[in-house]
Nanobody
Framework: QVQLVESGGGLVQPGGSLRLSCAAAGSIFSIRAMGWYRQATGKPRELVATTTSGGTTNYSDSVRGRFTISRDNAKNTVYLQMDSLKPEDTAVYYC?????????????WGQGTQVTVSS
């Protein structure tokens, strides 16, 4: 069994910064892609950023240049550094990981962490 545990959300003023963390734990043989998605109230879930095990990154146009995704493969952890935050970044942020348990691969999601950008 695998779990993704997120932390780091909260309330921040426009222009501020937050850092999200997501640690994978359980029966893990390898992790391929890891990423962050977000869902604002009344909107569909959307991709924020992803990173492969080799470090290749991909960002949505709305966050490129402001957010940075990184991962620590030794700790099975992915981070999202969010700078220059805007009110439109307000959403529940979800961690995602493509994990091989040794017998099969499966997509896993974290429980979500709220990020609110407001003055």
């Amino acid at each position: 069994q695998v779990q993704l545990v997120e932390s780091g959300g909260g309330l921040v003023q426009p222009g501020g910064s937050l850092r999200l963390s997501c640690a994978a734990a359980g029966s893990i043989f390898s992790i391929r892609a890891m990423g962050w998605y977000r869902q604002a109230t009344g909107k569909p879930r959307e991709l924020v950023a992803t990173t492969t095990s080799g470090g290749t990154t991909n960002y949505s146009d709305s966050v490129r240049g402001r957010f940075t995704i990184s991962r620590d493969n030794a700790k099975n952890t992915v981070y999202l550094q969010m700078d220059s935050l805007k009110p439109e970044d307000t959403a529940v942020y979800y961690c995602n990981a493509d994990i091989n348990s040794g017998t099969y691969s499966q997509d896993y999601w974290g429980q979500g962490t709220q990020v609110t950008v407001s003055s």
